[in-house]
């Protein structure tokens, strides 16, 4: 199994469950959460959802972001007080 710079193997079982596999590609620091403020702080909505945030993130930056690393981010923009959690998954951007 080899691997390129800033890319890393992960595996995927097919059907047949042998291990295929596939170049995950390393996001530069920072990208998530800048795209996830572009998201938010332009977004008109009094409610924002996780699942709304993962779809923009993930068309944002033209690819797979996994929802863990989502919700890392949204946790550490909570605290900041750039987001105000409203529920469980549902944020209101506060922008400080």
């Known amino acids: 199994m080899f691997s390129h710079p800033g890319q890393r193997a992960s595996h995927k079982y097919d059907v047949q ?7 995950v590609e390393r996001r530069s620091p920072g ?9 938010v702080s332009r977004d008109a ?3 924002i959802t996780i699942r ?9 930056l033209r690819g797979y ?5 989502i ?3 949204v946790q ?3 605290k900041s007080g750039k987001l105000k959690r409203l529920a469980r998954g549902r944020y ?5």
């Open 45 to 47: 909505s009094p409610e």
């Open 17 to 23: 469950t042998s291990i295929i596999q596939v170049m």
């Open 76 to 78: 550490l923009l909570e």
């Open 52 to 60: 709304e945030i993962g779809l923009s993130v993930n068309e944002s």
């Open 92 to 96: 209101r951007w506060v922008g400080k």
């Open 31 to 39: 990208e998530v959460r800048d795209a996830i403020l572009s998201f």
């Open 71 to 73: 919700r890392s981010y």
């Open 65 to 69: 972001v996994a929802p863990s690393s």
